[in-house]
């Protein structure tokens, strides 16, 4: 991997070490030397303990919580490579925090997004390599390159594992109507119909499920987000499927395991049996459910970032699975 005449180095922060360590095994290059701590204040000091002079640097961060702590990690980190002369820095981030402030929901509101945005371009990034944004016209916020990942082949191919032959005894269930296309095409990739949750929302994190559109009755239903967060939207329509729908079993599949708030005695307590979630966001042993099954991106990030290296393209990487 030397196609530039310049080394490749994987640098993480505190956010996400396993990710980066899967990254840089699978690339078989050394992860990065370097500190992220704090001075008693809590001012961040980020340290580099190797030239990466002329280097194309990865930093793998994901900007989940504490949000703000692991987004001025990345940015600080990202400056003192700009200072070190790095010749190209790519931002790696598995989750993309502010991703839901992406519009005016209603006056004087802030478009957060966009300035986390201006922040990492700023501070010196040259491209963002990221997962399942919650918005995809995020894209359009940078004024660098942005390679957006889907997670969406890697979760199908795991469940196609269980649907084979037995496609007619599944339905790929949206749990809103922002997330039809979503499951719409993992459906597509394993063979099985779509139903779809209409809810409406009272206010930030409470949902109400109003109706199930579609059949369900006597079906092992998978449900398809991008994100948990409180888990309202996606218990709420686990239990509303079984108990005003009919259905036998319910699977969940995500990208983002975020689980604040209540998320863990939400899942605990739901009509779930197995939630299948990507590991872009980091789970605390004492969040960990059996009901969990996780499933690594290093591979997935590692051949995104060896086609960055190498100049290939990425888009193809989502038509797999």
């Given amino acids: 991997m030397n196609s530039h005449g310049k080394d490749i180095k994987i640098f993480t922060l505190n956010s996400n070490k396993a990710v980066a360590h899967g990254i840089a095994d699978c690339l078989g290059v050394p992860l990065g030397k370097s500190d992220c701590a704090t001075f008693s204040d809590g001012e961040i000091a980020v340290s580099l303990h190797e030239s990466v002079r002329g280097s194309d640097c990865f930093i793998v961060q994901s900007t989940c919580s504490p949000v703000n702590d692991n987004l001025m990690e990345l940015l ?55 997962m399942d944004l919650h918005a995809a016209q995020i894209q359009g916020f940078f004024n660098i390159p942005v390679d957006h990942l889907v997670g969406a082949p890697m979760l199908a191919k795991h469940m196609k594992k269980k649907v084979e ?7 790929v269930v949206s749990p809103d109507l922002g997330s039809v296309t979503r499951a719409r095409n993992f459906a597509a990739k394993i063979g099985c119909p779509i139903a779809i949750i209409d809810k409406r929302r009272q206010r930030a994190n409470v949902s109400e499920v109003m109706n199930i559109i579609g059949e369900v009755r006597g079906k092992k239903c998978i449900l398809v987000d991008d994100m948990i967060d409180t888990a309202g939207t996606l218990c709420n329509a686990a239990n509303a499927i079984v108990e005003k729908g009919g259905a036998t079993e319910v699977y969940a599949c995500a990208s983002h395991a975020v689980l604040s708030g209540p998320a ?32 690594s991106t290093a591979p997935l990030f590692a051949e995104a970032i060896e086609r960055i290296y190498e100049d290939k393209p990425v888009s193809p990487m989502n038509l797999l699975g």
Avoid: N, W
Avoid at 77 to 104: E, L, N
Avoid at 106 to 116: E, G
Avoid at 165 to 171: I, L, R, T
């Fill in 76 to 130: 600080i980190m990202i400056d003192a490579m700009k200072r070190a002369s790095a010749s190209s820095i790519t931002a790696v981030v598995p989750y993309f925090g502010y991703a839901r402030q992406d519009r005016k929901a209603k006056a004087r509101d802030p478009i957060s997004s966009k300035l986390v945005a201006d922040l990492i371009t700023t501070a010196g990034a040259d491209r963002l390599l990221t």
């Fill in 165 to 171: 032959g037995h496609e007619d005894e599944f339905v």
């Fill in 264 to 295: 863990i005695e939400r899942i605990r307590d739901s009509a779930i049996k197995e939630c299948i979630l990507l590991d872009t966001v980091p789970i605390p042993e004492e969040k960990m459910l059996d009901k969990f099954t996780i499933l």
